[in-house]
């Protein structure tokens, strides 16, 4: 009897340090780089891999006034995103390979609506919703630092 419950509890053990470590190495640490719009610092998480990506700023429940996501993307493409799994409204800027602003779209939580790049984009920024509005931020204007930013993964 007692060797049984030693394996179950041996089983156990290492059933909890393989979850732990699995959810380690899911969580992935995205840098952070520091962007500007206007007179405007902006610290943005840098999500430039697949499952960074994809991930994006899901299951979040809040984000300081002043953070925000960049989207790294392979190339200049219409890219769209979504609000699965998303508890925070937010504003996208889709931005080309240069950091010029192409549109900016309000998206609300928890949704599957496409917001998308009214042109060829490199970049999307996603900040709290409204933020770009509040400080005059528009198409054409420019988010600096963009050189910063490293190469998307495939």
């Given at each position: 009897?007692?060797?049984?419950?030693s394996?179950?509890?041996?089983?156990?053990?290492?059933?909890?340090?393989?979850?732990?470590?699995?959810?380690?190495?899911?969580?992935?640490?995205?840098?952070?780089?520091?962007?500007?719009?206007?007179?405007?610092?902006?610290?943005?998480?840098?999500?430039?891999?697949?499952?960074?990506?994809?991930?994006?700023?899901?299951?979040?429940?809040?984000?300081?006034?002043?953070?925000?996501?960049?989207?790294?993307?392979?190339?200049d493409?219409?890219?769209?995103?979504?609000?699965?799994?998303?508890?925070?409204?937010?504003?996208?800027?889709?931005?080309?390979?240069?950091?010029?602003?192409?549109?900016?779209?309000?998206?609300?939580?928890?949704?599957?609506?496409?917001?998308?790049?009214?042109?060829p984009?490199?970049?999307?920024?996603?900040?709290?919703?409204?933020?770009?509005?509040?400080?005059?931020?528009?198409?054409?204007?420019?988010?600096?630092?963009?050189?910063?930013?490293?190469?998307?993964?495939?």
């Amino acid at each position: 009897m007692m060797r049984s419950v030693s394996k179950v509890v041996r089983r156990a053990v290492s059933l909890l340090v393989f979850v732990g470590l699995v959810g380690v190495v899911g969580a992935q640490q995205m840098p952070l780089v520091e962007l500007a719009a206007g007179m405007y610092r902006i610290e943005a998480e840098v999500a430039h891999t697949p499952q960074t990506r994809q991930i994006g700023l899901m299951h979040r429940q809040a984000m300081a006034e002043q953070r925000g996501m960049v989207f790294v993307f392979e190339r200049d493409a219409q890219h769209c995103m979504w609000m699965r799994n998303t508890y925070i409204p937010l504003s996208v800027a889709f931005l080309d390979a240069e950091g010029r602003i192409l549109n900016i779209e309000d998206m609300a939580p928890q949704t599957e609506d496409s917001h998308c790049a009214v042109a060829p984009a490199r970049f999307a920024l996603e900040m709290n919703q409204g933020w770009f509005a509040k400080r005059g931020m528009a198409p054409g204007m420019t988010i600096r630092g963009i050189e910063r930013l490293p190469a998307a993964e495939h």
